[in-house]
T-cell receptor
Framework: KQEVTQIPAALSVPEGENLVLNCSFT??????LQWFRQDPGKGLTSLLL?????REQTSGRLNASLDKSSGRSTLYIAASQPGDSATYLC???????????FGQGTTLQVKP | DVKVTQSSRYLVKRTGEKVFLECVQD?????MFWYRQDPGLGLRLIYF???????EKGDIPEGYSVSREKKERFSLILESASTNQTSMYLC?????????????????FGEGSRLTVL
């Protein structure tokens, strides 16, 4: 059974720091991995989608990498800003079920 | 930009009432989903649909039903609301992609509907 884990559950950093959020999954048989952002009381916003054949995707200050063999993905945020404060979730589509499996998320606070 | 719109951001209902949550997407996506999100439990899939009039149970379908009469609209129905259905409900959609499990397109979410059942 595919499981997705995000550690740490919460992270607090000063503004300007480069930071890495981690996502691990137990079964390397995935179609893709997607990173989302969620602000309090709101829905999820798609940040980056990495297909299984890809190693990374970039959007602005965000870079997501995927290492299927080790079951890991990282979301790199460069020069963090207070506006980056949110919960970040990763999710994989498992090959055996075709279903999207979410991690529990990492809540990020960037202090001015 | 893809837009997924949920008709109600906040609802307060009484136990036993029938509740309709509406979701509309404007990008001609085949797949639509209803999730609920609770602290400590994360996102859990209630129902999904791959086509008009088609529905599949997710992980927690009990107490819910759905309707998909038009491609762009997916409704979640609580026949008789109970207090344990107080939650944030999230609708999502993505395109059906052939040859890759059908569920590998980028997923887009609505803003969520916060339901309180008293």
């Amino acid at each position: 059974k595919q499981e997705v884990t995000q550690i740490p559950a919460a992270l607090s950093v000063p503004e300007g720091e480069n930071l890495v959020l981690n996502c691990s999954f137990t079964d390397s048989a995935i179609y893709n991995l997607q990173w989302f952002r969620q602000d309090p009381g709101k829905g999820l916003t798609s940040l980056l989608l990495i297909q299984s054949s890809q190693r990374e995707q970039t959007s602005g200050r965000l870079n997501a990498s995927l290492d299927k063999s080790s079951g890991r993905s990282t979301l790199y945020i460069a020069a963090s800003q207070p506006g980056d404060s949110a919960t970040y979730l990763c999710a994989v589509v498992a090959v055996n079920t075709g279903k999207l499996i979410f991690g529990q998320g990492t809540t990020l606070q960037v202090k001015p | 930009d893809v837009k997924v719109t949920q008709s109600s951001r906040y609802l307060v209902k009484r136990t036993g009432e029938k509740v309709f949550l509406e979701c509309v997407q404007d990008m001609d996506h085949e797949n639509m989903f209803w999730y609920r999100q609770d602290p400590g439990l994360g996102l859990r899939l209630i129902y999904f649909s791959y086509d008009v009039k088609m529905k599949e149970k997710g992980d927690i379908p009990e107490g819910y039903s759905v309707s998909r009469e038009k491609k762009e609209r997916f409704s979640l129905i609580l026949e008789s609301a109970s207090t344990n259905q107080t939650s944030m409900y999230l609708c999502a959609s993505n395109p059906f992609l052939l040859g890759a499990g059908g569920n590998t397109g980028e997923l887009f979410f609505g803003e969520g509907s916060r339901l309180t059942v008293l």
